[in-house]
């Protein structure tokens, strides 16, 4: 099956079938057969693909049927051998540290020719391949283990060591009670959870059309799409629309998705008679330099997005990686040749921008623009393109001779536009030029305290404004006139606007009179922190040590200078990471502890007002500040709220109508899809934010699969952190400590290489009910690149959730949660903070920072702390619209009835006003449990699955509950096929500025 058959199956659950005629004798028989297959994944056929899947040939079906297996099982990471370092687990060592001092004792003194250090054994074998350990097979069976028991790296195919082990489920020893560590008590065994809601594959009779459909709507996604989608919308384009433009829509929202649809047809229609034409249409759709930007570094295969990867500027020496093994970065692209037409369109392009706006434009990705520039050649031909080259010169800080074409151009620039470009003579006779920005414009009046102006300023840029609406109310306190000309700019410029930016910037508002704000003590105690921190490193950068990088010996010295007060684990870690430990800090003083509430690690933490930022990346971070801003006027925040529901209201109108609006309240806890680009793919389509009810389960397993480059090791690693309730640590779970709470916390072991084809895997059981009565209130499960290599450059990486068997296998794909991939120039992946005591997980999806290597939960913890406390309050605050504000609208401005959906099967009848349906939604209840009849009604529903879509709809026996023409939006799940399904971000794409 093509690549097509793949996209289809994973976003809408159908599959086409070709085949014609009548159906083989035994059709039944095998659908039957194939079904049961299915069944053991978690999937089941609609009777409409059953029914076509009957009359295929006998020489077509098999393979229709392997690929189909095959991708389902793709899916959920089914699709290889998930194998950990202990074949027993979750039965893993219970004595660790006795392990650990056997796997020591064989590294230092094993030595070739010479008896077991262990046991005495003569003759216990050659080096193993590529380590070179000498493990012995008595006091290290190797039907326990999958690689090295030593070092845990996967050997080479042709080792003696490891036998050929048949597989099987393996058994846990007897049930435990749950909370006692020990074997001795039985009296309460670990209860399995439900199985998972099965997945329904339908037919897909039109798969060309299927493809145009999906195609518009993700080109019609008013944000930026994820790695996923635009692989997606690739395969969608070649399949129905490749080298061309004029299927496209006369706006497409984001300029990231038009920049690579046009990237793409450029690749196409390469040396074809329409090639020129092609060129002429993409540059009539650049409304803005950066827009032919993105478009030629995409066409070079780079990030539309136009993020370069970070750079990690570790002082040498500051780390403990091996010399055999150099940092890997993450490649920057290459700008290609670019074809003359596309050149001079680029050129011209910019032209007729502008000096002025096309110099403001280039400064905003100036290291994209510098290289660009190598193959635009600007200045080759200066009286074509004046404005294109004198753009290119402010850029570059280019010095010209006054007489030159290029000086003269600049100087004639500078004559027309003297406020925004100022002309610099130097000495010997050149002459250069700068740009005055937008930006420091709008600066130069918040100095001057003109707030009026700042705000006519930014009515020049309608998104800039709403972005900055707090900080404009902020400035202008109590003065009147001031906040009138702010409420008029808003107003003034709300039709404009995105209608992302506009849902951000009224929930960003949300609880801003009632703000509390870090105290004096707690913004000193930052300053210090932030203090000593810039020291450190600038004292580590100057004493940079030029001894032997991994030396065993070095490890052991400086894990000595702990080991007396934190025990083996310290010993454990430095001999794995090689690094030096530094010696322990000093206690502070009682003024200095008091002052320092809220400090953790060096930074503003859980006890501290703080705000939390998004950097714009490739990938999802944090930064977080203490909370300075003084509150703002309800009656400004209420003004904005009323103007963001009203105008999203009135364009939802312009749309079709629907009858009824059934709406589930526990939407409110689900976050909006923003910058939905950085996201991880993944199985579940979790949007980051959102607030998941845990399936009523005792144990929930977490596993890891890598699989990494040729000549790179990469050692991944699958740890949890667990904190009480005042985000306090309480301890962790990782290679450094197979065993929490006795058995709250099972690792499965450390697996530091994963060669193909079979890679390495790790799993992580947590027991949730042991964990709350070891005082767990918090499990933030995190993945970390041991070796610092980026994720981006693994072969493959893939982790998730699963709920296990108690007797079952170590990996079951039909018990999946969720699955999701690690990707971009990231070394630690938060993906998930879980309360254990409520059972609800938040998915974050959040990258960590981190320098240099040896990455571990016992060096990140502070930051882990943080980090996990910050998405945990930052989400649950309400600082994010979510998708019942983005269905309130459509409700209030669509449909002639509204009704909320609660939890325990009532209803509350609302009237068309977002602030209502809102607090019914905060509601645990509602006044009736009469559902009008919707037979003969069209529906807008939203729910957060099927199930709930079945408990707010129930079908009560008819063949649809709804009229045709219904829409239904879930957040996770595939609905029955009488309903049009839309994602959440459908809905907002149709919200656009008209």
Not at 244 to 272: C, F, N, Y
Request: with cysteine; net charge neutral.
């Amino acid at each position: 099956m093509d690549a097509l058959a793949v996209v289809l199956l994973r976003r809408t659950a159908r599959v086409s079938v070709v085949g014609s005629g009548g159906a083989p004798a035994d059709g039944a028989a095998w659908v039957a057969a194939l079904e049961a297959d299915l069944a053991d994944r978690g999937w089941l056929l609609r009777q409409d693909l059953r029914a076509g899947a009957t009359r295929l040939p006998p020489a077509v079906r098999i393979r229709w049927a392997d690929w189909l297996l095959a991708t389902v099982d793709e899916l959920v990471g089914a699709d290889r051998p998930l194998l950990p370092l202990y074949r027993s687990f979750p039965n893993t060592p219970r004595d660790v540290e006795a392990v650990y001092v056997r796997r020591l004792l064989t590294h230092l003194f094993a030595v070739p020719d010479a008896p077991c250090v262990l046991c005495g054994r003569e003759n216990v074998g050659e080096p193993l391949d590529p380590c070179g350990h000498l493990v012995c097979p008595a006091c290290f069976p190797a039907e326990q283990v999958t690689g090295c028991a030593v070092c845990g790296r996967r050997l080479s195919a042709d080792n003696t060591y490891l036998t050929i082990v048949e597989p099987s489920s393996p058994v846990r020893s007897r049930p435990r009670r749950v909370g006692t560590p020990t074997e001795d008590a039985d009296e309460r065994t670990v209860r399995d959870a439900p199985p998972l809601p099965m997945r329904i594959a339908g037919l897909e009779v039109d798969p060309i059309g299927a493809a145009i459909r999906i195609r518009d709507q993700l080109v019609g996604q008013p944000a930026a799409l994820s790695e996923t989608d635009r692989a997606d919308l690739k395969v969608l384009v070649d399949a129905t629309a490749p080298g061309r433009l004029d299927w496209l829509p006369d706006v497409v929202p984001a300029r990231e998705t038009l920049a690579q649809v046009i990237a793409w047809a450029l690749h196409a229609a390469a040396l074809t008679p329409g090639y020129r034409d092609l060129v002429d249409a993409a540059a009539r759709r650049w409304s803005t330099a950066t827009d032919a930007a993105r478009t030629l570094w995409a066409y070079s295969g780079g990030d539309p997005g136009l993020v370069l990867p970070r750079r990690d500027d570790e002082p040498p020496g500051a780390t403990g990686r091996p010399s055999r093994e150099p940092a890997v970065p993450v490649p920057v692209a290459r700008v290609r040749a670019l074809p003359r037409p596309l050149r001079r369109a680029v050129l011209a392009h910019l032209d007729a921008l502008g000096a002025v706006v096309a110099a403001e434009d280039l400064r905003r990705h100036p290291t994209v623009w510098k290289r660009l520039g190598e193959r635009l050649h600007p200045y080759e031909n200066v009286a074509a393109h004046p404005a294109a080259a004198v753009a290119f010169a402010t850029l570059r800080g280019t010095r010209a001779a006054v007489e030159s074409a290029l000086g003269v151009a600049m100087v004639t620039s500078c004559a027309r536009a003297p406020r925004h470009l100022l002309l610099t003579d130097h000495f010997d006779g050149t002459a250069s030029v700068r740009v005055r920005t937008h930006a420091s414009l709008v600066e130069e009046a918040l100095a001057a305290g003109d707030v009026v102006e700042a705000a006519r300023l930014l009515t020049e840029r309608p998104g800039e404004l709403w972005r900055r609406l707090d900080h404009l109310l902020r400035a202008a306190g109590d003065d009147p006139a001031a906040q009138a000309a702010i409420e008029e700019a808003a107003r003034s410029t709300a039709a404009r606007v995105a209608p992302g930016v506009l849902a951000s910037a009224a929930a960003q508002l949300a609880g801003r009179d009632d703000t509390t704000t870090a105290t004096d003590a707690q913004l000193a105690a930052t300053a210090r922190a932030r203090a000593a921190a810039a020291q450190a490193r600038a004292s580590a950068k100057a004493t940079t040590e030029s001894a032997s990088v991994g030396g065993l010996g070095d490890a052991l010295r400086a894990a000595a200078l702990r080991i007396g007060r934190d025990g083996p684990a310290v010993l454990r870690e430095a001999f794995r990471s090689g690094a030096r430990t530094p010696a322990p800090a000093e206690e502070p003083t009682a003024d200095e502890a008091a002052g320092a509430a809220g400090i953790v690690g060096g930074r503003p933490g859980p006890g501290m007002p703080r705000r939390v930022f998004f950097p714009r990346g490739s990938v999802v971070t944090t930064w977080t500040e203490p909370e300075r801003r003084p509150t703002l006027p309800a009656a400004a925040i209420t003004g904005v709220r009323e103007l963001v529901d009203g105008e999203l209201a009135t364009r939802a109108a312009r749309l079709g109508r629907y009858d009824v609006a059934v709406l589930d309240a526990a939407l409110a806890e689900v976050p909006a899809p923003m910058r939905e680009r950085a996201a991880s793919t993944q199985l579940a389509g979790w949007p980051r934010g959102s607030v998941r009810a845990l399936p009523d389960a005792e144990v929930l397993r977490l596993f890891l699969h890598w699989e990494e480059p040729d000549a790179t090791r990469v050692d991944l690693d699958l740890s949890c952190v667990f904190f009480d309730q005042d985000w306090q640590r309480v301890g962790h779970c990782d290679y450094t400590q197979l065993r929490f709470a006795g058995d709250g916390a099972i690792h499965s072991g450390d697996l530091t290489s994963a060669p193909a084809p079979l890679g390495a895997t790790e799993y992580l059981d947590l027991h949730l009910n042991r964990l709350v009565e070891h005082g767990v209130r918090y499990a933030a499960p995190t993945l970390l690149s041991y070796n610092a290599v980026p994720f981006e450059n693994l072969t493959e990486a893939i982790s998730g959730v699963m709920l296990p068997l108690t007797r079952g296998e170590q990996f079951d794909g039909s018990r999946v949660a969720q699955r999701f991939d690690l990707r971009g120039n990231a070394r630690m992946l938060l993906p998930m903070v879980v309360d254990l005591r409520t059972r609800r997980l938040l998915w974050t999806d959040l990258t960590l920072n981190g320098r240099g290597d040896n990455h571990s939960v016992g060096r990140h913890g502070d930051q882990l702390a943080r980090a996990a406390a910050d998405q945990w309050e930052h989400f649950l605050g309400g600082h994010r619209p979510t998708i019942l504000d983005l269905l309130a609208w459509h409700a209030v401005g669509r449909a002639d009835r509204i009704l909320v959906g609660h939890a325990d099967h009532t209803y509350t009848e609302v009237p068309a006003d977002a602030a209502a349906i809102r607090a019914a939604a905060v509601a645990k209840t509602g006044g009736t449990r009469q559902l009008p009849d919707l037979a003969d009604r069209t529906v807008l529903a939203g729910v957060v699955d099927p199930e709930a879509l079945d408990r707010l709809i129930p079908r009560l026996g008819a063949p649809a509950p709804v009229a045709s023409g219904s829409t239904v939006v879930t957040v996770t799940g595939t609905p029955d096929t009488y309903w049009r399904v839309l994602r959440a971000v459908d809905l907002l794409g149709q919200l656009g500025a008209g």
